[in-house]
């Protein structure tokens, strides 16, 4: 079992940036897909980006393709999402999630989320 621990959200002014870290810990031989989800109030959860330990695979979803970095840091652990020139539809309780396999990671059926983390962009 890997257990995902997100940090980095807050509050921020628009046109502003954040860095959302989410470190794994575990069972870490199941954990090879990486990815972010949001939920906005009032809404379902979709899709922000993915990637894998190796950065074999990148798709960062094209309504902030050119904001949004996702990244990893392999001795740590640890993914992040890099979030530029924000907005305030971006806010939203921002989770990461973990699979063994992309596939099911990128359409929300991943084996392992995080607690979640709010990200608040005020104008």
């Known amino acids: 079992q890997a257990r995902l621990a997100e940090s980095g959200g807050g509050l921020v002014q628009a046109g502003g940036s954040l860095r959302l870290s989410c470190k794994a810990s575990?069972?870490?031989?199941?954990?090879?897909?990486l990815g972010w989800f949001r939920q906005a109030q009032g809404k379902g959860r979709e899709f922000v980006a993915a990637?894998?330990?190796?950065?074999?695979?990148?798709v960062v979803t094209d309504p902030v393709k050119d904001r949004f970095t996702i990244s990893v840091e392999n001795d740590k652990n640890t993914w992040y999402l890099q979030m530029n020139n924000l907005k305030p539809e971006d806010t939203a309780i921002y989770y990461c999630?973990?699979?063994?396999?992309?596939?099911?990671?990128?359409?929300?059926?991943?084996?392992?989320w995080g607690q979640g983390t709010q990200v608040t962009v005020h104008s």
């Open positions: 999630s973990a699979d063994i396999d992309f596939n099911p990671l990128i359409t929300g059926r991943g084996s392992y």
């Open positions: 575990g069972r870490l031989n199941s954990v090879y897909a």
């Open positions: 990637t894998t330990w190796t950065g074999s695979n990148t």
